[in-house]
C-alpha cells in the first residue's frame, strides 16, 4: 500500500498545470484532496471527474484567493472535520506577469506576483503549520523554480519572488529541524501548462514560441516528483529537486531543434 494513502493532502492552484496534476498524482496513491484556487468552476469539476475515476477518494474543493490572509485562515479553520489534519501542503499557486525590464515593470505586477507567489505562500503556511505541528507530522512542499537561484533579464520580478520562495523553505526547513515536519522545495524549469499564456496576457502565439523546438516538461513530470518527495519513510527529507526537460541546463540555456 502507498505511505500516500489515506492522507490528506492540501494543493493550493489545482485548477490547472502543475497543481492539478498533483491532484491527478496523490489520488492514485489513495490521498484524500483539499483543492484550492479562485476558479472554483474547474475544481468542481476536477471533483466531478474523480468521483468517477477514484471514488474512494475524498475530494473538498475550496474557492480561495491566496493574496487575502484573512479568507486563507477563515478557510482553513472552517474545513470539514474530514479534511482539517492536513497532511501535506503543497504551495503550488504562483504566477508571472508579462517580460519586462526593471525599469518599466507595473507596479501592478510587482504587486500582483509578491502578494501571490511570496505572500500568499506564506499566508496559507502559517494557516497550516501550527496543525502540523501540534499533529507531530507532516510536509510542506513549496513550488519554486530555477528562476529561484538564477535571474534572467526581464524576469526580476518573478526572479526575486522565486528566490524569496526559496529563501523561505530552507529558513523553514532549519526552525522546524527538530520537528518531524519535512520542507521541501521542486525547483522546475520550463512546464508547459497556462503558465507562459497568463505570462503574455492570454496571447497563446507567443505562449507556444516558448516551447518551440524542444519538448517541455508537463505538470504530471512535475506532480511526480512532488509525489516522489513527499512518500519517502519518515526519517527522510528531499531538501530540494531541480527538473530540467531534457534540453534545458539554466534558465535561459535551452537547445531548440532547427
Ligand atoms: P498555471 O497557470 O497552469 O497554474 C497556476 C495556478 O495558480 C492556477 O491553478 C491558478 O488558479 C493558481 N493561482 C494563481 N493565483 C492565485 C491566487 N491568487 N490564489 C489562488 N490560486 C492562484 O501554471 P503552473 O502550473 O505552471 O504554475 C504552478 C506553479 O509552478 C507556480 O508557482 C509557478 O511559478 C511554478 N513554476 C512553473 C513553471 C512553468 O514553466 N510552468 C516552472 C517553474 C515553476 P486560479 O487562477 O484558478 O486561482
Ligand atoms: C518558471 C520557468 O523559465 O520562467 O519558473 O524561470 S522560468
Do not use: W
Not at 498533483?22 to 476536477?46: F, M, N, P, Q, T
Not at 491566496?66 to 482553513?76: E, Q
Not at 501571490?116 to 502540523?132: D, E, H, I, R, S
Amino acid at each position: 500500500m502507498s505511505r500516500l494513502a489515506g492522507k490528506i493532502v492540501l494543493i493550493t492552484g489545482a485548477s490547472s498545470g502543475i497543481g492539478q496534476a498533483c491532484a491527478v498524482e496523490y489520488a492514485k496513491h489513495g490521498s484524500h484532496l483539499i483543492l484550492a484556487a479562485r476558479r472554483l468552476e474547474r475544481l468542481d469539476s476536477l471533483k466531478s471527474t474523480f468521483a468517477k475515476d477514484y471514488p474512494s477518494v475524498k475530494v473538498h474543493a475550496l474557492k480561495l484567493d491566496v493574496r487575502n490572509k484573512d479568507l486563507v485562515f477563515d478557510a482553513i479553520k472552517s474545513l470539514p472535520k474530514e479534511f482539517k489534519d492536513i497532511d501535506i501542503l503543497v504551495n503550488n499557486a504562483g504566477l508571472v506577469i508579462g517580460v519586462d525590464p526593471l525599469e518599466t515593470v507595473s507596479e501592478e505586477a510587482i504587486n500582483t506576483m509578491f502578494d501571490t507567489n511570496v505572500k500568499g505562500l506564506v499566508y496559507v503556511t502559517q494557516a497550516v503549520l501550527p496543525g502540523m505541528k501540534e499533529r507531530q507530522r507532516g510536509a510542506i512542499v513549496n513550488i519554486s523554480s530555477i528562476a529561484g537561484t538564477e535571474a534572467y533579464p526581464n524576469g526580476s520580478i518573478y526572479c526575486a519572488t522565486k528566490h524569496a520562495v526559496c529563501a523561505m523553505t530552507k529558513s523553514l526547513r532549519h526552525e522546524l529541524v527538530a520537528t518531524p515536519i519535512n520542507v521541501i522545495s521542486i525547483e522546475p524549469g520550463m512546464v508547459e501548462t497556462e503558465f507562459s499564456v497568463i505570462r503574455f496576457g492570454g496571447d497563446k502565439e507567443k505562449a507556444d514560441n516558448v516551447y518551440k523546438g524542444l519538448e517541455p516538461l508537463t505538470g504530471q513530470d512535475i506532480a511526480e516528483t512532488v509525489v516522489f518527495a513527499t512518500s519517502r519513510p519518515p526519517h527522510v527529507q528531499i531538501a530540494s529537486m531541480v527538473v530540467f526537460p531534457t534540453n534545458q541546463s539554466a534558465a535561459t540555456t535551452v537547445y531548440r531543434k532547427p
